[in-house]
């Protein structure tokens, strides 16, 4: 059997969660590939929120197995704390909660390494979650993590100390005034990984091949966005990690002729947390009513995020990268009620029109090109068939479908799994 990916497309927050859970009845594994606790994904059902951080989106489906792969970089602590909500609900997490030996650990000195990183750099900061994501992939690809099948190791705290040590001499470094009591975080540190270590730990690569030979169906769930791919992002300002469809390769093993469909998730309109270029975002009452309306907080933060027009020159550039075959668009209800709707559909850059993402997307080297189109009133959250839509919401669709060259499947019309129409 073939793996189905699911992935954000713009700058994260786009829904995945939602519809990882919407989905997740199809697969027999949700496996996520890349990231950490700077994800929060959000899932409403029964009138309950949900905001999972590491632990996959199918957890609260029965018969679905949850893997954390590979490429996913895990905090023990925060770990802890998902297990200990769950445990609220009564769901056998230790049967269907599966984790990769070659996942790495976030310590409690690489969370300090990046808040002291991002003190250092002043007004240049990222914006980063300071879930210590950035520190813990460095020390992957620097060949000094520590991953989760060293905890099965005698020596592993041996190895733990060094690094540590290592950490606070870096974080002394940078000369900034970042308070701590590493003997304290570490008791914390250790606990967790106690409780972690009564979960499976498994080669998640053979697991997943055997899985495919035996016919099951796997789904593996992005984190972030395609901008913040550390590669095809806007870097520096982006994640550590491929958030792209190649990162569920690497990030779970799976081979790329073994990908099948690609689904690519994005808001009807843009939002990003953290710092960044941004050129489609609003300043005005218009972003002020999506922010508000679309309840635009971080759920891994709280911080409000920015708003503004959708982009779809961002947006094809995503569609391009991942090579997505469905798309899935979110949160349309929020755009009722606006008198007009304005999509971008080229940048002024260096004098001339381009279509494509070009290298710099800054504010003083592009200027978005906007195609105007007309809103709609009706109220979308209580629709439950496509046939229902305003005109409106149909040329808008049809404006996009027709940019981006592949079909709008679903539009998610409020934040209960009940609230998504498929069309
Ligand atoms: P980091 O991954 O925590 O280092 O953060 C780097 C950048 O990615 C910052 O701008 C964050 O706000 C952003 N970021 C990280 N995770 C998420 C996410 O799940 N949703 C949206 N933005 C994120």
Same mark, same amino acid.
């Given at each position: 059997?073939?793996?189905?990916?699911?992935?954000?497309?713009?700058?994260?927050?786009e829904?995945?969660g939602?519809?990882?859970?919407v989905?997740?009845k199809?697969?027999d594994?949700?496996?996520?590939?890349q990231?950490?606790p700077?994800?929060?994904?959000?899932?409403e059902f029964?009138?309950i929120?949900h905001?999972l951080?590491?632990?996959?989106s199918?957890i609260?489906?029965?018969?679905?197995?949850n893997l954390?792969?590979?490429?996913?970089v895990?905090?023990?602590?925060?770990?802890?704390?998902?297990?200990?909500?769950?445990?609220k609900?009564?769901?056998d997490?230790?049967?269907?909660?599966f984790i990769?030996r070659?996942?790495?650990?976030?310590?409690?000195t690489?969370?300090?390494?990046?808040?002291?990183?991002?003190?250092?750099k002043g $007004?240049?900061?990222?914006?980063?979650t300071?879930?210590?994501?950035?520190?813990?992939y460095m020390?992957?690809t620097?060949?000094?993590?520590?991953r989760?099948?060293d905890?099965e190791?005698?020596?592993w $705290?041996?190895k733990?100390?060094?690094?540590a040590n290592k950490?606070?001499?870096?974080?002394?470094?940078y000369?900034v005034?970042i308070?701590y009591?590493?003997?304290?975080l570490?008791?914390?540190?250790?606990?967790?990984?106690k409780?972690?270590?009564e979960?499976?730990?498994?080669d998640?690569?053979e697991?997943?091949?055997q899985?495919?030979?035996?016919?099951?169906?796997?789904?593996?769930?992005?984190?972030?966005?395609?901008l913040l791919?550390?590669?095809?992002?806007?870097?520096?300002?982006v994640?550590?990690?491929?958030?792209?469809a190649?990162?569920?390769?690497?990030?779970?093993?799976?081979?790329?002729?073994?990908i099948?469909?690609?689904?690519?998730?994005?808001?009807?309109?843009?939002?990003?947390?953290?710092?960044?270029p941004f050129?489609?975002?609003?300043?005005d009452?218009?972003?002020?009513?999506?922010?508000?309306?679309?309840?635009?907080?971080g759920a891994?933060?709280?911080?409000?995020?920015?708003?503004?027009?959708?982009?779809?020159?961002?947006?094809?550039?995503a569609?391009?990268v991942n090579?997505?075959?469905?798309?899935?668009?979110m949160?349309g209800?929020?755009?009722?009620g606006?008198?007009?709707?304005?999509v971008?559909?080229?940048? $002024?850059y $260096?004098g001339?029109?381009?279509t494509?993402?070009?290298y710099?997307?800054?504010?003083?080297?592009?200027?978005?090109?906007?195609t105007?189109?007309p809103?709609?009133?009706?109220d979308?959250?209580?629709m439950?068939?496509?046939?229902?839509?305003?005109?409106?919401?149909?040329?808008?669709?049809?404006?996009l479908?027709?940019?981006l060259?592949?079909?709008?499947k679903?539009?998610?019309?409020?934040?209960?799994?009940?609230?998504?129409i498929?069309?």
């Open positions: 059997m073939a793996v189905d990916l699911l992935l954000g497309l713009q700058w994260g927050d829904g995945k939602k519809i990882v859970d989905l997740t199809n697969y594994i949700i496996a996520r590939f990231g950490g700077n994800a929060g994904h959000t899932l029964d009138g929120k905001v951080h590491t632990i996959p199918g609260f489906h029965e018969n679905s197995i954390v792969g590979n490429g996913v895990i905090d023990p602590v925060i770990f802890k704390k998902e297990l200990q909500n769950l445990d609900f009564n769901l997490y230790k049967k269907k909660l990769s070659k996942a790495h650990l976030i310590l409690p690489h969370r300090l390494l990046d808040a002291a990183s991002e003190a250092s $007004k240049a900061k990222i914006g980063s300071l879930k210590g994501i950035g520190p813990t020390d992957k620097g060949r000094n993590g520590i989760v099948g905890t190791l005698s020596d $705290k041996e733990y100390r060094a690094l950490h606070e001499a870096m974080i002394a470094f000369n005034d308070q009591n590493l003997k304290e570490e008791a914390e540190f250790f606990s967790a990984v409780t972690l270590k979960l499976t730990f498994i998640s690569e697991y997943l091949h899985a495919q030979k035996a016919g099951k169906t796997i789904l593996a769930e992005g984190a972030q966005g395609s791919d550390i590669d095809f992002g806007t870097y520096p300002y994640t550590s990690s491929n958030t792209t190649a990162g569920a390769c690497t990030g779970l093993g799976v081979a790329p002729g073994k099948n469909e690609v689904f690519g998730i994005f808001k009807a309109y843009t939002t990003r947390v953290g710092s960044g050129p489609t975002e609003l300043f009452d218009y972003g002020k009513t999506m922010g508000k309306v679309g309840n635009e907080f891994t933060t709280g911080r409000p995020r920015r708003c503004g027009w959708l982009d779809l020159v961002a947006l094809k550039y569609v391009q090579g997505v075959t469905q798309l899935m668009m949160k209800d929020v755009l009722s606006f008198d007009k709707l304005k971008c559909t080229a940048y $002024k $260096k001339e029109t381009i494509h993402l070009p710099n997307i800054e504010e003083e080297n592009v200027q978005p090109i906007y105007e189109l809103g709609w009133k009706e979308l959250t209580k439950n068939n496509a046939s229902q839509f305003p005109k409106a919401l149909n040329d808008y669709i049809d404006f479908e027709e940019a060259e592949v079909p709008i679903i539009v998610s019309v409020g934040p209960d799994r009940t609230q998504t498929h069309r």
